[in-house]
């Protein structure tokens, strides 16, 4: 079993040993609908994107059906994910994002 924590003889602390943070994709989903144009803004506003970047990851998830648009924490992840769904609906497109735990 390995220990999980560091005892320091001197003070009699304990320092958990934390392992880190899981980080989590965000997917953005392909659909029959939302334009083209409006996915590459979505990208450069949402995901800090690049024109070109951003019509890359585009036409990868038209072509392929997904494609990863960022990893970060789980609550910065579930943020983004959301936001993307949220400012698609408001502007009536279908457009998904989802997350999906790192390996
Ligand atoms: N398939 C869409 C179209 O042909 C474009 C699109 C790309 C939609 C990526 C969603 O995540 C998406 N207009």
Do not use: W
Not at 16 to 33: H, S
Not at 47 to 55: G, K, L, N, Q, V
Not at 86 to 103: G, K, S, V
Request: with cysteine; hydrophobic share 35%; glycine share 4%.
């Amino acid at each position: 079993e390995i220990p999980q924590h560091d005892h320091d003889l001197a003070t009699g602390t304990v320092e958990p040993r934390l392992k880190p943070p899981a980080r989590y994709k965000v997917i953005m989903l392909n659909d029959d609908y939302t334009p083209m144009d409006f996915v590459v803004e979505v990208l450069e506003g949402f995901f800090s994107m690049t024109r070109e970047a951003a019509t890359q990851v585009m036409l990868r998830v038209h072509t392929e059906g997904r494609a990863v648009c960022g990893i970060y924490s789980k609550d910065i992840a579930e943020t983004k994910a959301a936001q993307v769904t949220d400012h698609a609906r408001e502007c009536q497109h279908p457009l998904m994002c989802q997350i999906e735990r790192e390996e």
